[in-house]
């Protein structure tokens, strides 16, 4: 069992910069693949950003060049620095832990936390 918490989130303004985290209570969580998730009011969720358990990366074409994921294996938390935010971003965030082991399909989810982006 893998538990996942979000921080970071809260209120900007367009064109500001936020840094969510997303914790780990294990330190297997480094196998993982990690996605960050969001959800804003009466929209689909959607994938933001995804590190594997490699290191390789894939972003959203909607924050590609704004958002960063990164992955301290140290301190068992992947990071998602948001820049240049605009007010579509706002959404909760969720971080999600997917990995196959041994055959069995792992997913872990946090609980989010809301991203606000308004002047």
């Known amino acids: 069992q893998v538990q996942l918490v979000e921080s970071g989130g809260g209120l900007v303004q367009p064109g500001g910069s936020l840094r969510l985290s997303c914790a780990a209570s294990?330190?297997?969580?480094?196998?993982?693949?990690i996605t960050w998730y969001r959800q804003a009011p009466g929209k689909q969720r959607e994938l933001v950003a995804r590190?594997?358990?490699?290191?390789?990366?894939h972003y959203a074409d909607s924050v590609k060049g704004r958002f960063t994921i990164s992955r301290d294996g140290a301190k068992n938390t992947v990071y998602l620095a948001m820049n240049s935010l605009k007010p579509e971003d706002t959404a909760v965030y969720s971080c999600?832990?997917?990995?196959?082991?041994?055959?069995?399909?792992?997913?872990?989810w946090g609980q989010g936390t809301q991203v606000t982006v308004s002047s």
């Open positions: 999600n832990a997917e990995q196959t082991i041994v055959g069995v399909r792992y997913v872990y």
């Open positions: 294990r330190s297997t969580f480094n196998i993982y693949d």
């Open positions: 590190i594997t358990s490699g290191g390789s990366t």
